[in-house]
Nanobody, 124 residues
Framework: QVQLVESGGGSVQAGGSLRLSCEAS????????MGWFRQAPGKEREVVAACRWDGYRLYYADSVRGRFTISRDNAKNTVYLQMNSLKPEDTATYYC?????????????????WGQGTQVTVSS
C-alpha cells in the first residue's frame, strides 16, 4: 500500500509557473506508475500527465503538452509536475495517483491510490 501527499499548489497570475510535488510513503515506489489529474468545479476529473513506473513512457493531455512536465525521482519517492505558462483554465484541484506496475493509465478508475489534492488558481 502507498500513501500520497501533494504539495506546491497556490495562486499565480497567468503566464506564471508552479511545481507540484507528490511524495509517496510505503514500499516499492519505483514499481508504481503515476498520474497527475485535475478537477475543476462542476467538471469531471481528467488526466493531465502520467509516467510509467520505469519512467520511460510519458503522457500529456493535449491541453498541457509543451507547458507541463512530469518527472519522478525514485530515490526520493516523489513525482513532480512542473507547470509553466499557466492559464486561467488550468485552475483546478490537482491530484496525484498511483497504480502498481503496468503501463500508463488514463482513466481515474484505473488508479489504486490517491492523494488529497492541492489547489492551483491562475488569475488573468
Amino acid at each position: 500500500q502507498v500513501q500520497l501527499v501533494e504539495s506546491g499548489g497556490g495562486s499565480v497570475q497567468a503566464g506564471g509557473s508552479l511545481r507540484l510535488s507528490c511524495e509517496a510513503s510505503g514500499r516499492a515506489f519505483s514499481s508504481y506508475s503515476m498520474g497527475w489529474f485535475r478537477q475543476a468545479p462542476g467538471k469531471e476529473r481528467e488526466v493531465v500527465a502520467a509516467c510509467r513506473w520505469d519512467g520511460y513512457r510519458l503522457y500529456y493531455a493535449d491541453s498541457v503538452r509543451g507547458r507541463f512536465t512530469i518527472s519522478r525521482d525514485n530515490a526520493k519517492n516523489t513525482v513532480y509536475l512542473q507547470m509553466n505558462s499557466l492559464k486561467p483554465e488550468d485552475t483546478a484541484t490537482y491530484y496525484c495517483a498511483a497504480v502498481q506496475l503496468g503501463d500508463i493509465r488514463y482513466s481515474p478508475h484505473q488508479y489504486e491510490y490517491w492523494g488529497q489534492g492541492t489547489q492551483v488558481t491562475v488569475s488573468s
